[in-house]
């Protein structure tokens, strides 16, 4: 496809380029009324603690279900409501519907630790301390109970900022998480200051460990950085019986993938507990 673009200069656009942009244009109007349009719901996918052999927690994971587009990926529309501003609304009601889904689990003696991801901007958002004490307070929640993840390229962009940040949301009594670690640039030392009580390897490391030396040797260091910094480990995207077991033999302290479950609907949760307890 060639436009005039005024001129005698001529600019050339990509088909799929163009399919791309009305995408993105199309996102961009159905977006702004998803969330009173009840198109938002959350899935939870279970985390098995390899010393106890349980599920002890859960990750929120937020799903769009257009009528048109049908599932759109947290991948594709998170970054849009970013840019849009449009993800403090959408960020306060994950918050919001994953805090009365765990007091609700807590009530029926389930205990789980239910783990939300926070994006950049709502990472940075000054009242976002304030707004979360004030949900789980609310909601009588023990916060120990709610687990924030913010991702390491977030929390290593501007370290100084995450450190105060990190240190605010940890005085509400909340466990935190870095994400995708080890897909960022850390720098040691900040993480060493960090407040965090979970690290999450990154899937990139996990995804070809059984046949990788390489990354079985970055995942033996993780695992020894964070026994000194005392922080737990948390594998991502574990999806076969070897990787458990070979995450297991390196002391890693969670798993969670689909070789443990897919992220499923709140409803399906006590049955997948009641499954692997059981075992
Ligand atoms: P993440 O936080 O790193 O979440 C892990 C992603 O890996 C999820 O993708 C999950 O479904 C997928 N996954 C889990 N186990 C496996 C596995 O064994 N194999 C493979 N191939 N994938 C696995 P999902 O749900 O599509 O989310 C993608 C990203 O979108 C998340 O990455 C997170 O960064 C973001 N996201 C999801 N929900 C929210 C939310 O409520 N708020 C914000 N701000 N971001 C969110
Ligand atoms: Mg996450
Ligand atoms: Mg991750
Ligand atoms: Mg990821």
Not at 6 to 21: A, L, M, T
Not at 65 to 89: D, K, N, T, Y
Request: glycine residues 8%; negative net charge; aromatic residues 8%.
């Amino acid at each position: 496809v060639v436009k005039k673009a005024g001129g005698s200069r001529y600019k050339i656009f990509d088909e799929s380029c163009q399919v791309d942009h009305a995408r993105r244009l199309y996102i961009e109007s159905e977006l702004r009324h998803a969330l009173e349009k009840h198109q938002f719901k959350l899935l939870y996918q279970p985390q098995l603690d390899v010393h106890s052999n349980r599920i002890v927690g859960v990750e929120a994971l937020i799903r769009w279900i257009h009528p048109e587009m049908g599932m759109v990926s947290p991948a594709e529309f998170i970054p849009i409501a970013e840019q849009m501003e449009l993800i403090h609304s959408i960020g306060y009601w994950v918050a919001e519907e994953a805090i009365r889904q765990a007091s609700e689990w807590c009530r029926e003696g389930l205990g789980l630790r239910v783990g939300i991801n926070l994006s950049g901007r709502q990472f940075m958002d000054g009242d976002l301390a304030s707004k979360l004490g004030h949900m789980i307070r609310l909601s009588g929640l023990p916060p120990k109970l709610l687990d924030l993840e913010i991702t390491e390229s977030v929390a290593m962009d501007n370290p100084d900022q995450a450190l105060f940040l990190l240190s605010e949301l940890k005085q509400l009594g909340v466990t935190l998480a870095i994400d995708d670690f080890g897909t960022g640039y850390s720098s040691l030392e900040y993480l060493q200051k960090f407040c965090v009580d979970f690290i999450k390897i990154d899937r990139a490391f996990i995804k070809n460990l059984v046949h990788n030396p390489a990354d079985q040797g970055i995942v033996k260091a993780v695992l020894g950085i964070a026994e000194s910094l005392n922080m737990r480990v948390i594998a991502e995207g574990v999806e076969t019986a070897e990787e458990l077991s070979l995450l297991t033999a390196f002391g890693c302290d969670e798993i969670q993938g689909f070789f443990i479950s897919r992220p499923v609907p709140a409803a399906e949760i006590p049955g997948v507990l009641m499954h692997y307890h059981s075992k």
